[in-house]
């Protein structure tokens, strides 16, 4: 029988297996190790936990408006919940924030885009990427008689001389026309009776540039006799139909009826039909559909 050896702890050793007292003392280590390791772990994923239900002040007065983080999964990008309060009316909304590699970085934007311009609040929201038009707009609200009111939305940075503008876009895409010939209009919004409207003879005249352009645009392509039948109606298709829908946008009749009446001795039959559709789902003085979806609670 192998004789046991003794060692300095008292232990009999095994030659084979070594002294008990050290496998021990490694053991013992190797817990330690793996409880510090998670120990950590577990402290790192609630600091993360906490970080994320942090609730950080964007404007303080005359109207609170605080953020937190409610997303934070995607690199370069934050979904921020947005709260804004005055007394006992509090709404809320969420924005996502791209280009910004930091939590920091994306409360610095959003304060940069929480604006007080008595007696309206302005808040900035992003659509989060794309290239539609209203993918940034300001959120509107406004203090009045002790009460804090939800307005609508605008196009982003946008109010100056007490008016706002907005985008009509309803029709940004459409079958008959590139997106860049889109019948998209810029509007004229004002505020009145505590809602936002449009001002029609200000839009109409906001948009006579581009009306002017395409009118010569569609005059220099009915004058130009090397242009074959399909050209002609590719590249009127996007002037017409824009001078069209703002004629009728703008309750200018006559503006709508010419272009239209035009439109009918130019386009296929195909084409006309898209045009009529389009100009009948127009309605004046119509804001764009909301984006933003603003919760009062």
Known sequence: MEALISGCTGLPINPALGDPGVRHNNMRSKL???LLVSTFVLFLLYALAIAGDDIIVIMEKPVKV????????EPN????ELSIEYGGDCFKFSTNMIHTSTFQEAIESQRTFTRWKGPYL?????????????GYLDTVFMLKKGKLLYLGEVDAGSFEKGVFKDWFNKFEGTDITSHANAPVISLVVEEKGERLVANLDK?????????????????????NKNMNSESRITWLSGPLLFNAVLGKYCKR??????????AGKNLDRKSLKIFKDILAG???GALPQTAVEVIKY
Do not use: H
């Open 32 to 34: 330690l190790k793996i």
């Open 77 to 80: 990008q934050y979904q921020l």
């Open 282 to 284: 127009v309605v004046p």
């Open 122 to 134: 302005l808040v900035g929201w992003e659509r989060g990427g794309g290239n539609a038009e209203r």
């Open 66 to 73: 605080t953020a937190k983080d409610i997303d934070g999964k």
């Open 203 to 223: 839009t109409w005249n906001e948009n006579q540039k581009r009306f002017n352009e395409n009118r010569a645009i569609i005059k220099d392509i009915l004058t």
């Open 253 to 262: 009749q006559a503006d709508m009826d010419s272009f239209l009446k035009l």
